[in-house]
DNA sequence: CTGGGGAGGGGGCCC
DNA sequence: GGGGCCCCCTCCCCA
């Protein structure tokens, strides 16, 4: 039996923590000064939340670098034969077609947006924001060129999303709806080939693969192919690629 | 050591 | 501009 709670329901859900409107208001502040300590604007923080202290390690770990010169999101330029989701990616990426319909480009970057809202945003969020960037953490050292970006980040250190259950807290709504499935034992997404069901729609996508003969990650020395890129760095930090 | 499930995070896109 | 959703990814744990 299957009982489905909304995160809404929780009374600590969702209670950000951030500055105050006056605090935020545009153009009457700097917008490095609001995220020191020094500034004047600075919002207190509330009692008990020490920012600096009591994180676990996961919050103001930097990314790790790809493990490899190649970015972990490039892992599809094999020569291993393609599945349906790869190709799928693959044609989203490459089909000429597709990109023709992309007219909007960025002048700094070159990529290419159907609409030019969605070019405004790629250049808020990224490009103008290697150039430009203002809007900096105080928790970490994060910097972002706009306030929405900054403000989304922060909340990987506030965790405004509250489990009620036990306590837990999460940085975003949806976060916290797939932890109450842990709770609740609901599991919406259900493999097509076998009888297994999943609370998550990406451990769905890695059983499947499990299911595939054709593994999409390739070891470079043997040639041993893995169902999931981690599992294809243990193999290789295991030895296998040791003598290069 | 390997394979797979569980849980969670970050960023992008769409509405 | 913000919320919801999606995709990709990582880490941990266990058999």
């Known amino acids: 039996k299957v009982v489905i709670i909304s995160p809404c329901l929780y009374e600590g859900y969702p209670v950000p923590v951030i500055p105050q409107p006056e605090v935020l208001r545009s153009g009457a502040y700097s917008p490095i000064a609001v995220w020191t300590t020094a500034s004047p604007f600075h919002a207190p923080l509330p009692a008990g939340l020490s920012p600096l202290s009591g994180y676990p390690a ?26 349906d989701e790869e190709e799928r990616l693959q044609s989203k990426l490459s089909d000429p077609h597709a990109i023709e319909a ?3 480009q960025c002048n700094l970057c070159n990529k ?67 932890h109450i ?18 609370a998550d729609r990406s451990n769905l996508r890695a059983h499947l ?4 003969d054709v593994k999409k990650y390739q070891c470079k ?24």
């Open 209 to 212: 693969q499990t299911h595939s």
């Open 102 to 104: 992309e007219k909007f």
């Open 221 to 244: 020395s043997c040639s041993k192919t893995f169902s999931r890129m981690s599992l294809l760095h243990k193999h290789e930090e295991s030895g296998c690629c040791a003598a290069h």
């Open 181 to 198: 499935r842990t709770h609740t034992g609901e599991k919406p997404f259900s493999c097509s080939h076998c009888s297994r069901a999943f």
């Open 58 to 83: 996961s919050l103001g770990r930097v990314s790790p670098p790809p493990p490899s010169d190649t970015s972990s999101k490039d892992h599809s330029g094999s020569e291993s034969p393609i599945s």
């Open 112 to 178: 290419t947006y159907s609409t030019f809202s969605g070019l405004g945003k790629h250049k808020q969020l990224h490009c103008d924001a290697q150039s430009r960037k203002s809007f900096s953490c105080k928790y970490c050292d994060k910097e972002y060129v706009s306030l929405g970006a900054l403000k989304m980040h922060i909340r990987t250190h506030t965790l405004p999303c509250v489990c009620k259950i036990c306590g837990k807290a999460f940085s975003r709504p949806w976060l916290l709806q797939g």
